[in-house]
């Protein structure tokens, strides 16, 4: 198994950065990917970026441009770098990770609110 812990959120204005980190432990070895995800109040959660040593980074559209997705893999954490933040991205964000033969965990999440 996997533990998954946020952080970094917190209250920023309009045009402001943040950067968002997830530590996992536990069985680290088999993890094929990262995520995060978000979900903003009343909305579904959505994908927002990924990385995987295999395929690299990959983003949705609304993060391209503007968040930045790493990975120090000796301290099993990844990073989301979050620039030119807007309001619509205020939501809580949540870490995902990939194991292999395992299946996806997650963290509890870490709120995010931009101010206009």
């Known amino acids: 198994q996997v533990q998954v812990v946020e952080s970094g959120g917190g209250l920023v204005q309009a045009g402001g950065s943040l950067r968002l980190s997830c530590e996992a432990s536990g069985d680290t070895i088999r993890i094929n990917a990262m995520y995060w995800h978000r979900q903003a109040p009343g909305k579904q959660r959505e994908w927002v970026a990924r990385?995987?040593?295999?395929?690299?980074?990959i983003y949705a559209d609304s993060a391209k441009g503007r968040f930045s997705i790493s990975r120090d893999y000796a301290k099993n954490t990844v990073y989301l770098q979050m620039n030119s933040l807007k309001p619509e991205d205020t939501a809580v964000y949540y870490c995902g990770v990939d194991v292999s033969s395992s299946g996806m965990y997650w963290g509890q999440g870490t709120q995010v609110t931009v101010s206009s």
């Open positions: 990385i995987s040593s295999s395929s690299g980074t």
